[in-house]
């Protein structure tokens, strides 16, 4: 399987997730991709070989994911690596010292990291916005000004951006558009049809879709644009183990079935918090109240399994509910079948100082959940339980010390 690019295809997306780059293995007629586990490749004579030569280079089962994912994004390319953040550090090796880049401003907290805590010692400026309001990119787009990275849907607020405006100003000024499109996934929504020039995953999350693996990749149409970064995935050497890209391809086989059930579940879970008498505000882009909803409905086909919603009585509250969810596990990440709970303020986005944060209007009472694809009907039971009884926190210490 010589290095090649990867070619769109006609066929639907639930077809193409179990097809492209996964043909029968020549040499046996394996249905499923091999997992070539080696390291090297041996050569016919030196400088000649088959396509691979050192496997952090390429490697055929990484090759097979790459032209997978190509092709759920309808893109030309696709470079796979280690992590979501090893994808996103080698997307901001592209710039060098001096250059300007406008973010979301609510972003998930390890981009938020790597910007401010690594990449501004190398020289790079940032600036944090709302990407909802086209205004505001435009208000701090300047000459310097060469990447613009949203986050839509944001981490953690839900928050939607117009792809399409977002990278026309972007284009405007010369610069790139990079979308994380991790909590849509390409089933929900494709960046770049809407004009964005980069489209960066987390597949560890929905991709892949079964908690048991770390990656993440880039999906772009520009040949030169690819070749660099080609290069650079190979230099810096964040790239994924072919063990891995395998569980990835195994993934994403079933995105179009978890996708439709992730959707279902938390759309019904987001409509049951909106009623509940204890939560003040739901974050959810499929419900007609979510700001953020019209242009969501436009440029997505569906509004993916997140739900954020913040409890009225702030941290304490947050924390009980969480201790008392059974069917709901406690852990960072998301996208996976089974469901998840967070507290963005001390997990995932502890990293975001809290002024930032309160900038942003992440609340200490924000809890976080990534809808599975169990039993609907078992997951609102599980939130009816952990929200229902009317007990301070005091009154549940006092009551369960020991005599």
Known sequence: MARRKLQRHSQQFATRAIHVGQEPESA????????YQTSTFAQTAPGVHKGYDYSRTDNPTRTALQAALASLESAAYCLAFSSGMG?????????????????SRDVYGGTYRLFKRVLEDFGLTFSFVETSSAKEIERVMTGRTRLVWIESPTNPLLRITDIRAAAGIAHRHGALCLVDNTFASPFFQRPLALGADLVLHSTTKYLAGHADVVGGAICLNERSLYERLKFLQNAAGATPSPFDCFLALRGIKTLALRMREHEKNATHIANFLKDHPRVRRVYYPGLSSHPGHEIAAAQMDGFSGIVSFEVKRGLAEARRVLGRLKIFKIAESLGGVESLVELPAIMTHASIPAEERTRAGLDDGLIRLSVGIENVEDLVADLKQAMGRKVSIRLKTAVSAPA
């Open 28 to 35: 046996t007629g394996a249905i499923t991709v091999p997992i």
């Open 87 to 103: 994808a996103a550090t080698t997307a901001m090796l592209l710039f060098k010292h001096g250059d300007h880049i406008v973010s």
